[in-house]
């Protein structure tokens, strides 16, 4: 057993009647041929891509199975012979289950080998205040870490008041 999803566009003017019967002929046909449905969803009508048959819309329908190769033959030759199917496609995606099954068995493998992440480091208050050093008699206590000096910033200092010389009178 293989699965396939079978995608196909009817005429948006077919009669809602109609086209669920035609579907739930293909779900009986998939069902009496000993596949099973996985999923069927029925889109509504939306705009087509590019006209088709004189249609610039059509009503979407996606079918999910798993079946034998020889069910999806007849499955499509269903499709090709109805007037209310527009276009239809059928692909097989089993072997993109599969692939996508073992990147997630690798991907989970290499989970299982890292070690976990180590917890952020929280920042711890200082638990006891900073010792007092003793001074001199008079003086007042030094603490035991003093902050670093930071110099005061540079201060420019004041100009020099502009003096104006005046070209000294000659004596004649």
């Known amino acids: 057993m293989r699965v396939y ?13 109609e086209a669920d019967a035609f ?15 996985d999923k069927a969803e029925k889109w509504g009508v ?12 059509g009503g979407y329908v996606l079918i999910q199975f798993s079946s034998t190769p020889e069910l999806v033959k007849e499955v499509e030759r269903r ?18 289950m599969k692939k996508i099954e073992k990147r997630k068995k690798s991907r989970d493998k290499r989970a299982a080998r890292r070690p976990p992440p180590a917890p952020a480091p929280t920042p ?3 638990s006891e205040p900073a010792a007092a050093a003793p001074g001199l008699p008079g ?3 030094v603490a035991a870490h ?11 200092a004041p100009a020099a008041p ?5 070209p000294a009178a000659k004596e004649e």
């Open 162 to 166: 502009a003096v104006e010389t005046v």
């Open 139 to 141: 003086q007042p206590a």
């Open 5 to 17: 999803e079978e995608l196909f566009i009817l005429k948006p003017d077919a009669p809602e009647e």
């Open 124 to 126: 711890s208050a200082p």
């Open 23 to 37: 579907i739930e002929g293909v779900k009986t046909l998939i069902t009496t041929g000993k596949g099973t449905i």
């Open 46 to 57: 939306r705009k087509l891509a590019y006209r088709v048959q004189k249609y610039n819309e």
């Open 79 to 96: 499709m090709r012979v109805t007037d209310m199917v527009i276009k239809f496609i059928t692909v097989r995606i089993d072997e993109k």
């Open 146 to 156: 003093p902050a670093p000096a930071v110099p005061a910033p540079a201060v420019p």
